[in-house]
C-alpha cells in the first residue's frame, strides 16, 4: 500500500439523514462546524437530504421530496409550456 495516501483529518463522522432523522456513522474527512452526541460520544456531523435510509431505491417505497420547491418551479414551468400547446 502507498505511504501517505491518506487526509490527516480521516476520522469518524456522524451523517444524520434530515428527511428520517436516521444517523450512521462513518469515515470521512468532511469539514463540519456541528457536532452530535451518539451513545456518549461526540461525532462531527454532516446533514444529508437523502440517505439509503430513505432513498426510494432501497426503500422501496415512492416519497417525493421537495427542497427549496423544485417540484413547484417544475410543475409551474411545466404547466406554461403545455398551455402554449392547447
Known amino acids: 500500500m502507498k505511504k501517505d495516501i491518506h487526509p490527516k483529518n480521516y476520522r ?3 451523517f444524520k439523514d434530515m428527511s428520517n432523522d ?3 456513522i462513518t469515515k470521512s474527512a468532511v469539514t463540519t462546524k ?3 452526541e451518539v451513545d456518549g460520544v ?3 456531523l ?3 437530504e437523502i440517505s439509503n435510509t430513505s ?3 432501497y426503500t422501496g417505497k415512492m416519497k417525493l421530496v421537495d427542497t427549496a420547491g423544485r417540484v413547484d418551479k ?3 414551468k411545466y404547466k406554461k ?3 402554449k400547446k392547447n
Request: aromatic residues 16%; proline residues 8%; negative net charge.
Open 12 to 14: 469518524l463522522v456522524a
Open 22 to 24: 436516521e444517523v450512521f
Open 34 to 36: 456541528e457536532t452530535l
Open 42 to 44: 461526540e461525532y462531527p
Open 46 to 48: 454532516i446533514k444529508v
Open 55 to 57: 432513498h426510494p431505491f
Open 74 to 76: 417544475f410543475m409551474t
Open 81 to 83: 409550456h403545455l398551455d
